[in-house]
Nanobody, 121 residues
Framework: QVQLVESGGGLVQAGGSLILSCAAS????????MGWFRQSPGEGREFVAA???????YYVDSVKGRFTISRDNAKNTVYLQMNSLKPEDTAVYYC???????????????WGQGTQVTVSS
Protein backbone atom coordinates (compact mmCIF):
# COMPACT_ATOMS: atom_id res chain seq x y z
CA GLN A 1 0.00 0.00 0.00
CA VAL A 2 1.17 3.52 -0.84
CA GLN A 3 -0.25 6.69 0.65
CA LEU A 4 0.14 9.93 -1.29
CA VAL A 5 -0.37 13.46 0.02
CA GLU A 6 -0.21 16.47 -2.29
CA SER A 7 0.55 20.03 -1.24
CA GLY A 8 1.48 23.34 -2.79
CA GLY A 9 -1.66 24.28 -4.66
CA GLY A 10 -3.15 27.75 -4.51
CA LEU A 11 -4.17 30.85 -6.39
CA VAL A 12 -1.70 32.47 -8.78
CA GLN A 13 -1.91 35.04 -11.54
CA ALA A 14 -1.36 34.09 -15.15
CA GLY A 15 2.35 33.92 -15.91
CA GLY A 16 3.18 32.96 -12.35
CA SER A 17 4.66 29.79 -10.89
CA LEU A 18 3.77 27.13 -8.37
CA ILE A 19 5.48 23.99 -7.20
CA LEU A 20 3.40 21.00 -6.16
CA SER A 21 4.76 18.30 -3.88
CA CYS A 22 3.57 14.76 -3.32
CA ALA A 23 4.85 12.93 -0.27
CA ALA A 24 4.63 9.15 -0.39
CA SER A 25 4.65 6.64 2.40
CA UNK A 26 4.32 2.92 2.49
CA UNK A 27 5.99 0.61 0.01
CA UNK A 28 9.29 1.31 -1.69
CA UNK A 29 8.84 4.67 -3.41
CA UNK A 30 11.79 4.38 -5.77
CA UNK A 31 10.26 1.39 -7.56
CA UNK A 32 7.14 3.25 -8.64
CA UNK A 33 6.40 5.38 -11.64
CA MET A 34 5.02 8.67 -10.35
CA GLY A 35 2.54 10.72 -12.28
CA TRP A 36 0.57 13.94 -12.09
CA PHE A 37 -2.95 14.25 -13.47
CA ARG A 38 -5.42 17.10 -13.36
CA GLN A 39 -9.17 17.47 -13.53
CA SER A 40 -11.25 20.54 -14.27
CA PRO A 41 -14.95 20.80 -13.43
CA GLY A 42 -16.99 18.79 -15.90
CA GLU A 43 -13.89 17.26 -17.49
CA GLY A 44 -12.16 13.93 -17.25
CA ARG A 45 -8.91 13.39 -15.40
CA GLU A 46 -6.09 14.37 -17.75
CA PHE A 47 -2.50 13.11 -17.76
CA VAL A 48 0.00 15.91 -17.13
CA ALA A 49 3.42 14.37 -16.49
CA ALA A 50 5.16 11.24 -15.27
CA UNK A 51 8.60 10.19 -14.14
CA UNK A 52 9.99 6.69 -14.14
CA UNK A 53 12.26 5.04 -11.58
CA UNK A 54 15.18 5.86 -13.95
CA UNK A 55 14.12 9.54 -14.11
CA UNK A 56 12.74 9.37 -17.64
CA UNK A 57 10.07 12.04 -17.94
CA TYR A 58 6.97 12.46 -20.09
CA TYR A 59 4.62 15.39 -20.51
CA VAL A 60 1.36 16.18 -22.19
CA ASP A 61 2.00 18.56 -25.09
CA SER A 62 0.14 21.46 -23.47
CA VAL A 63 2.64 21.71 -20.58
CA LYS A 64 5.91 20.91 -22.35
CA GLY A 65 8.47 23.62 -21.73
CA ARG A 66 6.46 25.04 -18.82
CA PHE A 67 6.17 22.17 -16.30
CA THR A 68 8.94 20.01 -14.87
CA ILE A 69 8.44 16.79 -12.95
CA SER A 70 11.16 15.53 -10.62
CA ARG A 71 11.57 13.09 -7.77
CA ASP A 72 13.69 12.81 -4.65
CA ASN A 73 13.79 9.17 -3.65
CA ALA A 74 15.58 9.97 -0.39
CA LYS A 75 12.59 12.09 0.64
CA ASN A 76 9.93 9.87 -0.97
CA THR A 77 8.65 12.95 -2.75
CA VAL A 78 7.75 13.89 -6.31
CA TYR A 79 7.46 17.49 -7.46
CA LEU A 80 5.75 19.36 -10.25
CA GLN A 81 7.30 22.75 -10.98
CA MET A 82 4.77 24.79 -12.95
CA ASN A 83 5.92 27.97 -14.70
CA SER A 84 4.20 30.39 -17.08
CA LEU A 85 0.85 29.28 -15.75
CA LYS A 86 -2.26 29.91 -17.82
CA PRO A 87 -5.92 30.11 -16.80
CA GLU A 88 -6.51 26.83 -18.63
CA ASP A 89 -4.14 25.13 -16.15
CA THR A 90 -6.78 25.66 -13.47
CA ALA A 91 -7.73 22.25 -12.08
CA VAL A 92 -7.42 19.88 -9.18
CA TYR A 93 -4.02 18.22 -9.49
CA TYR A 94 -3.60 14.62 -8.42
CA CYS A 95 -0.46 12.65 -7.70
CA UNK A 96 -0.44 8.96 -8.63
CA UNK A 97 1.84 5.94 -8.28
CA UNK A 98 1.97 2.84 -10.45
CA UNK A 99 4.17 -0.07 -11.45
CA UNK A 100 4.73 1.02 -15.07
CA UNK A 101 4.70 4.12 -17.23
CA UNK A 102 1.31 5.11 -18.55
CA UNK A 103 -0.77 8.02 -19.72
CA UNK A 104 -4.15 6.80 -18.53
CA UNK A 105 -5.73 6.50 -15.10
CA UNK A 106 -5.72 2.73 -15.12
CA UNK A 107 -1.91 2.63 -15.27
CA UNK A 108 -1.77 3.91 -11.70
CA UNK A 109 -2.77 2.03 -8.56
CA UNK A 110 -2.54 4.73 -5.90
CA TRP A 111 -3.86 8.29 -5.83
CA GLY A 112 -3.63 11.31 -3.59
CA GLN A 113 -6.58 13.43 -2.56
CA GLY A 114 -5.74 16.28 -4.94
CA THR A 115 -4.74 19.90 -4.54
CA GLN A 116 -6.48 22.86 -6.19
CA VAL A 117 -4.57 25.11 -8.57
CA THR A 118 -6.35 28.25 -9.71
CA VAL A 119 -4.80 30.59 -12.28
CA SER A 120 -6.43 33.98 -12.61
CA SER A 121 -6.29 36.01 -15.81
Amino acid sequence: QVQLVESGGGLVQAGGSLILSCAASGRIFSRYVMGWFRQSPGEGREFVAAISWSDSTYYVDSVKGRFTISRDNAKNTVYLQMNSLKPEDTAVYYCAAGPRMGWTRNAYDYWGQGTQVTVSS
